[in-house]
């Protein structure tokens, strides 16, 4: 079993009870158990303005599964919640989102999955509720959590729970 992060947010549709939901679904995924949930943040949109605020929050995963198969698994619980990627506008509004922030030690560099996420070392609201639940991590290709965060500005985020 494999230690791994997940970066939870939702704008639409009750983006409270979406989180939670979310969390819920991430701990009966095959081969995986829930080991810790961060608080929920509220902050502003990262792409058009136009949007509700966002609620965000991180999951840290235990799994069997590999990166891709728990992708699949990924996508598969935004589409249960009512997400079409295909339909959706880069950054725009969202029902549930689901990012595979780290795997274990790993880094990929494939098509469609990249580990850890690209943003993740300029994001407050993927890097505070990571550090509420792994402040020792040490992000591969990336640093040091605790030293991320530092240089982060978490002005625009609020921790709501």
């Known amino acids: 079993m494999l230690r791994c992060y997940i970066g939870i947010g939702s704008n639409l549709n009750d983006p409270v009870t979406q989180v939670r939901q979310a969390f819920r679904a991430l701990s009966d995924l095959p081969d995986t158990s829930l080991v810790a949930q961060s608080p929920l943040y509220s902050n502003p949109p990262l792409g058009p303005q136009d949007q509700p605020n966002y609620v965000n929050a991180v999951a840290e995963l235990s799994t069997a599964l590999s990166p891709q198969a728990l992708l699949v698994k990924l996508l598969e619980v935004e589409l249960q919640a009512g997400r079409d990627r295909a339909k959706g506008i880069h950054w725009g509004p ?68």
């Open 94 to 161: 969202r029902v549930l989102d689901l990012d595979l922030l780290v795997y274990s030690d790993l880094i990929v560099f494939e098509p469609n999955l990249k580990v850890p996420h690209p943003g993740i070392a300029h994001r407050s609201f993927v890097l505070l509720p990571l550090f509420d639940i792994a402040p020792q991590l040490d992000i591969p290709g990336v640093g040091a959590l605790a030293q991320l965060v530092e240089r982060t500005s978490p002005d625009e985020l609020c921790r709501i729970e």
